[in-house]
């Protein structure tokens, strides 16, 4: 424990001076009001069998088989290799993101996940009932120290709770999930109320001391714990390289570059040879500007058969799900927005004989068969699939964060507005102001700016609402760019962390004038950048480093450009492209805007394969 206190003084004293990296904070995991929905009056106790892979529920456990029980949080991203898809973790943070304690340095009890009331007053303890379940350490969280514990406690008749089974963080084989059988054989046990409950004791101030549960039964009649069942362990992954949504006009164009074939991996908890097959199926619906849709459908694996090996041979349990067929770029129907549904599914039997057998009944191992995923092209690029399990960033002012994005398109594009999701975690989002930068390369200092402007952050509506804030410019674009922010004020200022999706090695930060790539977060930031035209405010903007000028200015519609550069583009006020006409004029480049209207434009250069923008006035 002293050293223990220690470590976490050094780890706090490194924070404070600013040269820690980006840290991790709990964030609200439901609405309120979901988790009023999930309450449960349990007016009748459960009966055998009592089985929960958590594959159906995400968030917060079901109040079918939980009560007291919401703290505890289960997705599908903190667990390593599980046993089914989702797992429950346990960690230091509360429902609603909090922390047990704030201080870093308490220790004692986090989460506590217990089982509803079931009647096990008909049996006795030669009816060979257990209690089993997979658990795992640390996962994709934070490593347990020695002296932290789960444990599994068992209610008597008379209401009492008695310790059946725990683990210490000295005890264990880190991320990979173990399986205990715990007998229940003491006469107290069995009465109609009996309850189990899992408790995790460890650091109580934050994001700390992960375990993970999974697959939970109890049973009477338990001869063994080969379950038959193949379950999936993981969503697809994304058919977009790296990204869950891309725009549109970016896809159409190179498809072929983009489109990639999705996977996902499957296990098999019986220990036999177990061949199955699986098909992924995309539906593409396409609207039109009309608001009208057309829906295909595309088959990018069809049956293709999967064989698990022999566990008992090779002590495999896992395998790939490869799809064998790109998507058809074809089926997208529409030049402004589709959403692709795609929906695995594994054929495996699992519910029929021989495997599966009487003591199982009525059980469903066909229930964690099935995942759906969600991509869609729009006019944003989109790393996260929309969903934040925490939010992540730095604490000082003048901080950098910088996020990169590759680029999907041949040819320069508008860049015109930045969604964020920045949890209103400590209340203290709303009003306070952010610099917005876009970056061409970090290789200058700070970077070499395409353009920045001030903010103020907007609370956000409810949970995973993005906010929209407008460039004041449009900015182009024509490779790999990155997005990210200069923090103004002290304290902590942390954005949305889609942890179920890595994108962690293209986040950067700057903490003294030297960008380095963040190592310590795994996840996606919740930040969005959206090409096409909205309405603009011209500002003074740090701009491409030239003395490129235009004259006369202001003008009635004809100017000319000091130096010679690439036009590309001349924007109105309100964001809509100008046309215009360029004559060579004594070796300058001369413009002419037919039927100019009076007011402030702006141009959108390349010179030198630098972008740039000036701002012009047409009079009268």
Known sequence: MII?????????????????????????????????????????????????????????????????????????GMGINPPSLNVATFDGLDVTGKPY???????????????CEIDLSALQPSDIVYLSFFYQSRGNGEVPNDNDSLRVEFKDDAGNWIRAWSVTGQDVELDTFKLVALPITDLVYFHSGFQ?????????????????????????????????DRALQTNLTSIFEEYQAIPIHHFTQNAGTIVKLPTATAYNLFDLLQPSNFTVIADITSTQTDQSTITETDTLAFEITSSFPDPQGTGIRQIDLNADQLLDPSKVQSDSIAVIDLKLFMNTDDNQPPDYQPEFAPLDFTINDTTYTRQVLHDYYAFDDGSAEFAAGLNFAGDFVAYEFPYFFSGPDTLVSVDMYFPNISGNVGGQSIELYVWQDLEGNPGSTLHSQFVTLQAPDSLNSFTTYELTIPVLVQDTFFVGWRQTNAGSLDIGLDKNNDSGERIFFNLDGTWQQNIS????????????????????LPLEESQVKIYPNPNRGEFRISEEISILRVYSMDGREIAYDLMEDSGQQHIIIPNPVPGMYLISYEKNGLLGQRKFIIRN
Do not use: E, H
């Not at 709990?26 to 007016?43: F, H, L, T, Y």
């Not at 340095?105 to 089982?115: F, P, Y």
């Not at 930040?527 to 309405?535: A, I, Q, S, T, Y």
């Open 4 to 76: 223990r206190r220690i470590l976490l003084l050094a780890f706090t004293l490194a924070a404070t001076c600013g040269y820690a990296q980006m840290t991790i904070k709990g964030i609200p995991r439901v609405n309120p009001s979901k988790r009023a929905d999930n309450a449960r009056i349990q007016n009748t106790p459960l009966t055998l069998p009592f089985w929960d892979d958590f594959s159906t529920t995400n968030n917060i456990p079901s109040a079918d088989f939980w009560v007291d029980s919401d703290d505890v949080w289960v997705n599908p």
């Open 101 to 115: 304690s704030l201080d870093q340095l308490s220790d004692g009890l986090t989460d506590v996940l217990t089982s």
């Open 196 to 228: 189990f409950r899992f408790q995790s004791f460890g650091r109580q101030s934050g994001p700390y001391d992960i375990w993970n549960i999974d697959y939970v039964y109890l049973n009477d009649n338990v001869t063994n714990f080969d379950f038959p």
């Open 521 to 540: 977060v795994k996840g996606s930031l919740m930040l969005r950048p959206r090409f096409g035209k909205v309405d603009i405010v011209l500002g003074d």
